[in-house]
């Protein structure tokens, strides 16, 4: 059947890596790192279509908690075992890759997916996306979980604290959530073959699509990671950049592809509002794991994991982006302009390190290529504040439950 030939491929391409892994075959490392990221990715449609299949059988509170950790398992998988082999070696680069990890993703949510989704309805309609009511929730814990985060790099520490607070950010944000009322989900493709299944072959069905993606995600979340730093070190370019940009990619893909394919289908809102929710779960869950996991693997808690002031920026830089993105979905809109601003600074801060340091001399203060990302986060945080006079009202509107119409 042709729905199911993207079924055919994904499994297809989680072979190779899979296949390495059970049989202990190393290739050279950016051939281990090709093939594990093609197997991560391919997991992950499979992840995608078993979630949308699972929330026609899960309780609603459940299917909220669960389905949003398990959709975003390839992320997670490459940051904690970076941040995993950080507390088995706390002398290494291994912290460092693990922050490089999830800022690179979360930045290139807000400046690359976000905007594109926008482009895409913008083009479609010249109107701005428009978001549900509901989504009003997100957009408050998503600034709620900035506001936090801000003091992360100010306190110049990230510790099991502060994974606690985002991670209970996140467990209150599912129980409000929670009650939301029920919608049967809309099955597209090979998940509307699925779905369209008796139920305990559905339900079979599902679960085998979870375990298998999961256990593929697993055999090569180490090989995929290992070996895209050893590529960086052997065709001489920067190992953090490369954990930043290009592992993300592999993770984040399929669900920048679902939501492309909803903003063609001229459901904007509902494109931006699944990409809203992957970065409020990473910005929340992914990086509340880190303290806890680091705690694990070391032996105590007591110690922070190991970060420097470059890394602390780094986080900075994250929260400020996320500052001005929250600012602008406030009134639950997305227009061309706003898009174009997240993604053009996104595109300034991405650049400015591969900018000759003699351009950055003939500005006042004479900024390396490295420390102009002070001035992006500077950048963020005042153009959101110039935002205010506008956005303000629209920010307190958030935190008050949206008025009944009289009946």
Known sequence: MKKLLPL????????????????????????????????????????????DVAQTDIPQALALAVVALIAVLPEYAVDMYFTWM???????????????????????LIGVAWTLVAFLVWWRTRKPVILEGERRTEVLFLGLATAYAISIPLSGSLI???GMVLISLYVVYIVIAARR???????????CIIGALPRGLRRLSTLGLFLFAAGVIVANAEAFSEGLV???RIVGVNEFLLVQWLAPIASEAPEVIVAVMFALRGMGGMALGSLISSKLNQWTLLVGMIPAVYGVSSGSFSVPIPLDGVQMHEIMLTAAQSLLAVGLLAGLR????????????FLGQF????????????????????EVHFFFSFLYAGVFVLMLPHTGRHLLALV??????AS
């Open 181 to 191: 009322e029920c919608e049967e989900p809309e099955l597209e493709g090979v998940a």
């Open 160 to 162: 099991w604290v502060d």
């Open 400 to 405: 008050r439950p949206p008025r009944r119409s």
């Open 8 to 51: 055919y491929l994904a499994v297809a391409a989680t072979l190779p890596g899979l296949l390495c892994f059970l049989f202990s075959v190393h290739p050279s490392p950016p051939a281990t790192a090709g093939l594990a990221g093609l197997a991560i990715l391919g997991a992950s449609f499979l992840l995608l279509w078993a979630c």
């Open 230 to 232: 050893a590529t960086g």
């Open 86 to 108: 950080a507390g088995q070696q706390p002398e290494s680069d291994y912290a460092h890759y693990a922050i490089a990890n999830m800022t690179g993703a979360n930045r290139l």
């Open 351 to 370: 650049l400015a390190p591969a900018v000759p340091d003699a351009f950055w001399n003939i500005f006042p203060g004479h900024l390396s290529g490295s």
């Open 334 to 345: 997305l227009d061309i302009r706003g898009a174009m601003l997240l993604f053009g600074l």
